[in-house]
């Protein structure tokens, strides 16, 4: 199980950074200069860029966020699908490995934000990888989900028990958050 949770991490990493390949502001810099090359072309000499140009940069960094967001949604996919598939083998070290730090884990009265694998793996597995969580992941229609701003919600559709997978605060795709 660990190695195909790993081998599926390292296809999803490098699926992102190949689709990742152009920042948002190289995006956004690339269509000022192509603006502002086709005013010059057009016998414009107006040093500011035209309220066209800003339009334009403003619609390349919508559509590079889109893309990201897109990208982001379909990663969170693959991974819950192999969850899915997996989830009466899984271990919490098979976990540890897609889990995108700081996240919660609905442990205990308040729940417990863990920072590293190991805080994580202090946790007793028997507290979040409950017979509720597994079956309502199994039960998930991974095709339907959209992204949300805390990311995928994978789990029982009237809310928990659910497992989150989100944006890391480096920008990587893993679980964020595990409701038991």
Known sequence: MKKKMMAMLIAVVAISAAACSKPAEETTAAAE???VTEA???GETEAEPSEETEESSEDATDNAEAEDTELAAETAKVLAKALQEDIDEISAEDLAIVMAYPCYVGVGKDGETVDSEEEFLAIDPSQYLTD???EAIKAADIDSLEWTEAGIVVGAPEGTP???FGLSEEGTVGITGINP
């Open 162 to 164: 659910n497992v989150i």
């Open 33 to 35: 200069t192509e603006a």
């Open 132 to 134: 509720g969580l597994k």
């Open 40 to 42: 010059v072309t057009e």
